[in-house]
């Protein structure tokens, strides 16, 4: 699971004082003066609104008018980037910036006070994308449907928590004398698009050639399950499956097949239903060996 990370009132207080350094050096706390401060919606606010009460800052309604923006967190950096794109002279601060490697809540989902829990936090932003669509949240159908999504997510991303070389157990009994391929066809996967998230799934086939160990066959389908259960591109999650299995097996060669078809070009944009889209990857002897990957393009139909 996601390590969290609670913070109480004294932590908060603890982080503004943090910051009146970089405060002070950018002249912001100047009594006679003081730094106009504009919130990010929404945790911005009340992280701004808890500076305020440690130091003389003036909090502005509209961008135009500060001096810097102020977020709760800089997580990722893309909201701070989508900011300081359209007001590069204007520094953007937060009380907790994960993009400096010295941050000691990096490994952390964090949690502010005014976000209640972390559960409460997510399923308050499915209440708000609901009411972004127009939809009536108090309705019967979607009382607990935040609830429900949340969940779902969960399970659909829960391999941010799991990791290859837990499932990959290799044999040694049993493998003597196995040097020849090892092909499961047709393992139905699923997974969501980064870019859109919305799901895209199909079957793969995974395939082996064993160096003096073999692995269940069935963790052949946990390994694709661990990467499919992210937020991926077809691509990637096929090359990683396929470095998996020549890191954690040791493989003299893998070989890795995914069709899938792609919700986010079905029911959006283009609307193109019906079409799949196929990618390898190719590893060791598979690769470079003609005969070894022609029994593969073979085996894999």
Request: with cysteine; net charge negative; charged share 25%.
């Amino acid at each position: 699971m996601v390590n969290k990370k609670y913070l109480n009132h004294a932590d908060i207080e603890k982080l503004c004082l943090d910051l009146g350094r970089t405060l002070a050096g950018l002249g912001y706390l100047d009594y006679t003066a003081p730094g106009r401060c504009y919130p990010i919606p929404r945790g911005g606010i009340p992280a701004a609104y808890a500076l305020s009460g440690e130091f003389n800052i003036e909090i502005v309604d509209k961008p135009e008018d500060a001096d810097f923006f102020f977020d709760d967190i800089i997580d990722s950096g893309e909201t701070m980037k989508t900011w300081c794109d359209s007001y590069p002279e204007k520094p953007f601060l937060a009380l907790i910036d994960k993009t400096d490697g010295l941050c000691p809540y990096l490994d952390y989902w964090v949690v502010f006070p005014w976000e209640g829990s972390a559960v409460g936090g997510i399923e308050d932003n499915i209440i708000r994308l609901l009411q972004f669509v127009g939809e009536d949240t108090d309705r019967g159908g979607l009382r607990e449907t935040p609830k429900r999504v949340a969940k779902a997510w969960q399970h659909w991303c829960k391999g941010y928590t799991e990791s290859p070389e837990d499932v990959l157990k290799v044999f040694e009994d049993g493998a003597e004398k196995c040097d020849e391929m090892v092909v499961v066809r047709n393992i139905p996967f699923y997974s969501q698009c980064e870019h859109h998230m919305a799901p895209f799934f199909g079957t793969a086939t995974i395939a082996y050639i064993p160096n003096g160990r073999i692995v269940g066959l069935s963790k052949l389908s946990r390994l694709l399950d661990i990467y499919a259960r992210r937020l991926q591109v077809q691509e990637r999650l096929t090359n990683q499956v396929a470095d998996a299995l020549t890191r954690h097996l040791g493989a003299q060669g893998a070989g890795v097949i995914l069709e899938a078809r792609h919700l986010c070009m079905e029911s959006r944009g283009i609307c193109q239903q019906g079409s799949t889209t196929v990618t390898s990857a190719l590893r060791g002897a598979i690769r470079n060996k003609p005969e070894a990957r022609a029994e593969f393009m073979v085996l894999a139909k």
